[in-house]
Nanobody, 129 residues
């Protein structure tokens, strides 16, 4: 299983970026996938996740600005980031939970790093003020 994240860059505050995560070895519609980010000197934190059935979760800090989605035909997961602020500067990682068609109902399951078994290499997002 491989995850390849792309789409990062340097943008000004208020701009938008769309990250992509191409997944090989798994059909994304059958697995929960998520985005996490790690700012310099900080712990890796949850950003967004999407369950096999399509339900989504967001960190409070990005709710209303970021949107997670996927293209099942291309096994690709996206993170649309709008109204970016300097605090969004971080390396963004996509991740996949290897539990087939997870039916876990507890939202904490999908927002926790240890849930995810496979990780992409990360893509840098830098937001200037």
């Amino acid at each position: 299983v491989q995850l390849q994240a792309s789409g990062g860059g340097l943008v000004q505050a208020g701009s938008s970026l769309k990250l992509s995560c191409a997944v090989s070895g798994r059909t994304v519609s059958n697995y929960a996938t998520g985005w996490f980010r790690q700012a310099s000197g900080k712990e890796r934190e949850f950003v967004a996740a999407i369950r096999p059935g399509g339900r989504t979760y967001y960190a409070d800090s990005v709710k209303g600005r970021f949107t997670i989605s996927r293209d099942n035909a291309k096994d690709t997961v996206f993170l649309q980031m709008d109204s970016l602020v300097p605090e969004d500067t971080a390396v963004y990682y996509c991740a996949l939970d290897n539990l087939f068609r997870s039916s876990v109902s507890d939202s904490a399951y999908y927002t926790t790093r240890r849930t995810y078994d496979f990780w992409g290499q990360g893509t840098q997002v830098t937001v200037s003020s």
